[in-house]
DNA sequence: TATGAATGAGAATTCATTCAT
DNA sequence: GATGAATGAATTCTCATTCAT
């Protein structure tokens, strides 16, 4: 039956994701070698050229998905609440991504040196998650004499401030931790919105 | 004479720094080998494990070098000039910086990504300059309310979204080019301090 | 078909035991490199770590494997022919080693100095002929008043002797040839049991 | 003055000694470089040539100084007592051994592997003390039928007998430690005496 | 004598990729 | 599709030895 077969390939694709993953995120991108993946996932050295073509390509694809799946999440959760104020909105999806890298450190750590604007321009297109957070944001500022251009800059902006401050401050404890980081790092977004 | 063997070993050691700094810069980090940096250095294999443990410490005393040097001319040239206000310093500061970049893009790429604040603390003991910058800061908002600690930790912020906005738009072009990013930018420097 | 990859797989395994055998033998330990055994044996270099982890575990493999090639073909030797005394049988048994070491010295050269009763002993699990040796000695004394423990002993001592005294005769020539030991070994072994 | 720059040169070669004694008996001969021996005596690499050929060099030496150390100091303590019988006396000598050995395991691991029969006979020339021994055994047997060639050859195997006990017992606890071995040991050599 | 920077050959080891089964 | 043995180029790193000072 193909169903079974594809059943399969998908069994094995998913392994190989995971298993990446995990070395990814506990031993280093570099430190990990096509071998270790493999073995991890419990398939052949060469079952791996199947699916992707080589540590790079599956490397991308990780990151593009936990990238989505992250912002997704922190969106939907966002949907689920009403706000008074666009400001609200904002922060609460800003902070349920920072909470949830608090979580997940090391997929912050894999995901944030990697996470640029171009692979977020590229999900833009294949994750239909992702136009609400632009919804959001334009809807935000619906009112204000900004060009679209301008807002889009802002919202970039705010990502990638976001981004740096949850990498610095979560991984590396510096300036000091997220806590103590937050109440600026909020202060600062409702400055620039 | 000693002055003529530690002359010859000076001269060893930045041939080293210039060659790798070179290499990582054009090929990129992981595809320089040792051999590359020696070969193109003029010295034998051995002698670059003479000054440096392996490929990362020698990047990681680059990366602190050309971060160093850039911010010390940065503060050195903001110092050259007189401001009415702080906020046009700072700005004066932040906007060498970026043409900085804008002509070195390369030196940008291989900065960023490891620039972290941490190494910028580094820095901070090492390297007089480095205090320039707080000072200026400090300075800054001598009059204000905020406490020293949130003071540093704007700086922080300020810097972080320089820096990432420069990589970003630099080098990836994304949202789009620096010239249309400063503006909003620097828009939003002024709104944060 | 499994076997005929099986039978490849024996056949590089194979190989890479001969070709270090003979470097260890001739060239030595130290001064045979891992490249040159590859060489010799004809398969590519990352072939050899595909079966062994270094150096030094093929040749704790060759050691044990010839270790036990030389005991078992003594002991089965021994068992060919029928002895009136143990004494005798003993003796017939050294002898067949010491003139087994006579024809291959460059085999006891590699053996005797990491032939340990660590090996033997660990040896005596895995290859059925070990016991037999144990027999022998046992039987031997089986109406005596020895405890099994210094029955044990005293083989153990006996062996080390002969090792000894054939490493030195034979390979250094010390005290004399092994031709002139012979008698008084013999005459020593015969007053120890 | 000569004098000094003399008394200059043994320091630094007795260093190189220490050091180099040290660093065998812990880290093992193969794991040592000159490197480190230099490092640990605190005198630079070209030095150590002025001293040495190379590692197997100073190696031989320092086995030979041990070696004679040891024997010199069992033949002198046995001199200092007086004993009614031969037997006694040799007994006594192996035991002062043993128990040297069984203080500084290390030294007995260096030397074993090395003290060949050969290194003996060349210190029998260098070394006073070691006549003793000879005399000692040769006195023991001047009553005796046997010829002066047989007696060294016995000496020869219980002394060689000894240190393979010792070297497995003590340094491997093979196939027991040595205080369960002295016993059957001694009883052994009084049967080969 | 003594130094120690420099050398560069060469050893060990890894690993992406291929391909016959 | 799946396997995993084999490859061998590439890379890292060591270290004995030299020699100008």
Redesign the interface.
Do not use: A, H, R, Y
């Given at each position: 039956m193909i169903s079974k077969i594809e059943k399969n390939k998908k069994i094995k694709e998913k392994s190989l994701y995971t298993a990446a993953y995990d070395l990814f995120t506990t031993k280093g991108i570099?430190e990990t070698a096509i071998s270790d993946i493999v073995k991890k996932a419990g398939v052949a050295k060469g079952t791996f050229y199947l699916y992707f073509k080589d540590k790079y390509d599956i490397l991308d694809k990780i990151i593009l998905n936990k990238s989505c799946h992250v912002l997704g999440e922190a969106i939907r959760q966002t949907k689920l609440n009403s706000f008074n104020k666009f400001e609200d909105e904002l922060l609460y999806f800003i902070d349920y991504i920072i909470e949830y890298f608090k979580k997940d450190k090391l997929m912050l750590k894999l995901i944030y040196?990697n996470l640029?604007?171009?692979i977020f321009?590229k999900a833009y297109k294949d994750y239909e998650e992702i136009h609400e957070i632009y919804g959001l944001f334009e809807r935000g500022y619906e009112d204000s004499s900004l060009s679209k251009?301008?807002i889009?800059?802002?919202l970039?902006?705010i990502i990638?401030?976001t981004?740096?401050?949850c990498y610095?401050s979560i991984i590396?404890n510096?300036?000091?931790g997220i806590d103590d980081?937050k109440p600026?790092?909020f202060k600062?977004i409702k400055?620039?919105i």
């Open positions: 570099n040196k640029s604007w171009g321009k251009e301008d889009d800059k802002t970039f902006m990638e401030l981004g740096s401050v610095s590396l510096e300036p000091t980081m600026i790092l600062t400055k620039i």
